[in-house]
Every structure is written in structure tokens, then in C-alpha cells.
């Protein structure tokens, strides 16, 4: 069956420092992957996307990886802020599927200062 | 422009009864998703309404049930409440369906069944 698992639950950084959230997933016909910073009484936030036809997409202090071949992703996160302190989601879609997302447990990520 | 908005914030509920749930995504938006947030099973699907038909569902029992309006506004229905129906329920919007790509939540229904 799908599923979509965390390495880490929790993940404590000092400030300025980069951040790595990892994600493994099952489904090899996921074709799309999205992560999401979820911070308290919100909703998941869009932070970065990547399509199963790249391996790394590059946004302002994000970087994701995906790597096919293991089934694996990671979310970078340069120079973290006490602002980035949330929960972390990774979410991926299969192909086909519609806009169903299958999302991990969630990496909770602490910034210290 | 306006985000994905979602009636109401907060809910409390007794064993039993039933809810509605709405929320208006993002204008020109035409798929409306639902999902379910736990602290045990994390975010789950629950279905997916694009112009005005289910496209998609979870492995939810049939108490939730939605539909879809002509101005893309969806409604989530829960009957028989159950006391681990007590969740935050998430609805996200996005232009069209399998594409997946500009998917927006709202923040969510945090519902309480006593």
C-alpha cells in the first residue's frame, strides 16, 4: 500500500545553521512531491515542489532532492531561522490519482537560538 | 487574493449528532480537497470534488460524505459522530484535478465531539 514515513520526528537546529528533513516513500508511481511547513492553528503552507522528472529544484533557502532510485526526499533549508520552527510535512501524488496527496507523519523542527 | 476559506474555525459536537463543513477555495479554483488531521494517522484524504463530482476517496466509512457546488464551494458532512471524529479538518483547493500543482489549504475546522 502507499505510504510515506519520516526518518525524524523531531529535528532541533541552531539558528543559522542548515536544516535536512528527510522522507522515504513507497509508491515508485508517485509522480509529484510537495512539502509543507505547518505551524500552529494553520494549515499546511506550500513550500517547494518537485516532479518525479527532476532531482533537485532550488527555492529562496529551500533546496528539495529526490532520489528515484531509493525512493527518497529531502528537504533543505539553508541559514534556518527561529521562524522556521514548525512541523514539516512531506506529501507525494500519484499519477493518476487525481489530487489525492499521501503525506508522511511530519518532522517537527526546532530552532534554537 | 483571498485564500481557501473554511467555516467554522471551531466546532464542539455531541456523540451522535451530526456537522457540515464548509469552504470556499480560491477563486477559479475548481478542485476542493478534504482531509483529515490527527495526532495518531497524521493528514488523511477524504475525498476530492472537482466540478461538482467526487473524483476521488479515502478509506473513510460512509458517515463523511460532501458535495460540490456550481461556484466550486464544498461542503464535508459527518453523521453519527463518533468520538474519534475529533480532528482538524483541512480542505485545500487547486485549478484542476490530477494535476495536483497550486494546492492551497485553509486552516481548517478544528472539530470536538464530547
Known amino acids: 500500500g502507499e505510504s510515506v514515513g519520516l526518518h525524524l520526528p523531531t529535528l532541533s537546529v541552531q539558528e543559522g545553521d542548515n536544516s535536512i528533513i528527510n522522507c522515504a516513500y513507497s509508491n515508485s508511481a508517485s509522480d509529484y512531491f510537495i512539502w509543507y511547513k505547518q505551524e500552529s492553528g494553520k494549515g499546511p503552507q506550500f513550500i517547494i515542489d518537485?516532479?518525479?522528472?527532476?532531482d533537485k529544484r532550488q527555492g529562496q533557502r529551500v533546496t528539495v532532492l529526490l532520489n528515484k532510485t531509493v525512493k527518497h526526499l529531502s528537504l533543505q533549508i539553508a541559514a534556518t531561522q527561529p521562524g522556521d520552527s514548525a512541523v514539516y510535512f512531506c506529501?507525494?501524488?500519484?499519477?493518476?490519482?487525481?489530487?489525492?496527496?499521501?503525506f508522511g507523519t511530519g518532522t517537527q523542527l526546532k530552532v534554537e537560538l | 487574493k483571498a485564500g481557501v476559506t473554511q467555516t467554522p474555525r471551531y466546532l464542539i459536537k455531541t456523540r451522535g449528532q451530526q456537522v457540515t463543513l464548509s469552504c470556499s477555495p480560491i477563486?477559479?479554483?475548481?478542485?476542493v480537497s478534504w482531509y483529515q488531521q490527527t495526532p495518531g494517522q497524521g493528514l488523511q484524504f477524504l475525498f476530492e470534488?472537482?466540478?461538482?463530482?467526487?473524483?476521488n476517496k479515502g478509506n473513510f466509512p460512509g458517515r463523511f460524505s460532501g458535495r460540490q457546488f456550481s461556484n466550486s464551494r464544498s461542503e464535508m458532512n459527518v453523521s453519527t459522530l463518533e468520538l474519534g471524529d475529533s480532528a482538524l479538518y483541512l480542505c485545500?483547493?487547486?485549478?484542476?484535478?490530477?494535476?495536483?500543482?497550486?494546492?492551497?489549504f485553509g486552516s481548517g475546522t478544528r472539530l470536538t465531539v464530547v
Open positions: 485545500a483547493s487547486s485549478l484542476e484535478s490530477g494535476g495536483g500543482y497550486g494546492y492551497t
Open positions: 518537485i516532479r518525479s522528472n527532476m
Open positions: 477563486s477559479g479554483h475548481r478542485s
Open positions: 506529501a507525494e501524488k500519484n499519477a493518476g490519482g487525481g489530487n489525492k496527496l499521501t
Open positions: 470534488y472537482f466540478s461538482e463530482t467526487q473524483r
